[in-house]
Nanobody, 126 residues
Framework: QVRLVESGGGLVEAGGSLRLSCAAS????????MGWFRQAPGKEREFVAA????????FYADSVEGRFSISRDNSKDTVYLQMSSLKPEDTAVYYC???????????????????WGQGTQVTVSS
């Protein structure tokens, strides 16, 4: 069983930055594809970013391309989401997810992931 714990959320003004972290335990982290999703009140959970097990392949939602960056440190079993130029519409609960397929062909979809964290709130004020 894989456990994922997100941290780094909070309140930030528009234009600011935050870095989210997701620490994994209970599995072989380097074999997992990792993703970030978010869910705003009243909306579906949506894809934000993903990184495959090799760390060299990343995917981004159009809405965050150029502003967010996903990375991973396999020595620390941790994935990061660096968020810059934040906008009020980025306000949501951000979830970390792990997929057991390191070459996750469904990395941008929720069903491409097997484990989920509890989420961390990000609020961007205007």
């Amino acid at each position: 069983q894989v456990r994922l714990v997100e941290s780094g959320g909070g309140l930030v003004e528009a234009g600011g930055s935050l870095r989210l972290s997701c620490a994994a335990s209970g599995g072989t982290f380097s074999r997992y594809s990792m993703g970030w999703f978010r869910q705003a009140p009243g909306k579906e959970r949506e894809f934000v970013a993903a990184i495959l097990g090799n760390g060299g392949t990343t995917f981004y939602a159009d809405s965050v391309e150029g502003r967010f960056s996903i990375s991973r440190d396999n020595s620390k079993d941790t994935v990061y989401l660096q968020m810059s130029s934040l906008k009020p519409e980025d306000t949501a609960v951000y979830y970390c997810a792990a997929g057991t397929d390191p070459d996750n062909y469904y990395a941008t979809l929720k069903y491409g992931y097997d484990y989920w964290g509890q989420g961390t709130q990000v609020t961007v004020s205007s």
